[in-house]
């Protein structure tokens, strides 16, 4: 029997993208909240020595790192196959992937994410103008070659769904939350029917804030 545990925070986009690729292959998981403020706990970095989410775990084995979480899945549930097999499409998806992580995570999703909806929600925190706009240039840029890439195609590998898309969505479904998405996403209406594309997926309705909230409270 495969047991599939992750360990995330309701709200982690990462954590999301994880809980949907198990959605996704129809496995059966379980979600091992880890509370805010404990990242650097002993037993926490016992886990993840950077004090991140998520981390899998999965009959003895365990693996932090969601793109490296993303491809096991992949690989010890073959079916429904989320890599392209045309080398094309797949090096797409591995750049899009890329780009989520270091472009559109780190210095955009990191900053207006954490200002305008984990900070006031989960910290009572007032949001920093200044920081917010520092970020904007980045965030317009990142948001226009996700465009780009994306171009007239359904998903970002193509006609399917692949890994990008599942990774890609839940941080873009972040900005929906903020008055940036006004800027950043409306323009590109490619993104806007993309994403609700993504959201009407089984696997994205049952990995939302509130669900996963609900997984944590009966965990």
């Known amino acids: 029997m495969q047991e599939f545990i992750v360990h995330s925070i309701p709200g982690s986009p990462f954590g999301r993208t994880v809980l949907a690729m198990l959605e996704e292959k129809g496995a059966s998981y379980r979600l091992s909240p880890v509370a805010p403020g404990t990242f650097r706990s002993p037993q926490h970095l016992a ?4 004090g991140r989410v998520p981390v899998l775990e999965h009959n003895g084995f365990s693996l932090y790192e969601t793109q490296a979480i993303l491809r096991y899945l992949d690989r010890v549930l073959p079916a429904p196959a989320l890599t392209p097999a045309d080398p094309r499409r797949a090096s797409r998806m591995d750049q899009v992937m890329n780009v989520n992580d270091w472009y559109l995570f780190q210095g955009v ?24 706009a520092a970020a904007m240039p980045q965030a ?3 948001f226009a070659e996700l465009a780009r890439l994306l171009g007239g195609q359904p998903y970002f590998a193509g006609d399917a769904v692949s890994l990008a898309d599942l990774l890609v969505a839940p941080q873009i479904g972040f900005f929906t939350q903020t008055p940036e998405w006004s800027e950043l996403g409306t323009p590109h209406a490619n993104l806007v ?27």
Do not use: C, Y
């Open 47 to 50: 886990r993840h020595p950077f």
């Open 109 to 132: 999703g990191n900053v207006i994410g954490f200002q305008r909806v984990i900070g006031p929600m989960l910290m009572g925190l007032t949001p920093d103008e200044a920081v917010i």
């Open 140 to 142: 317009r840029a990142v």
């Open 193 to 219: 029917a993309w994403l609700a594309r993504m959201e009407a997926r089984p696997s994205m309705k049952a990995t939302t804030w509130e669900r996963v909230s609900e997984m944590a409270k009966a965990a």
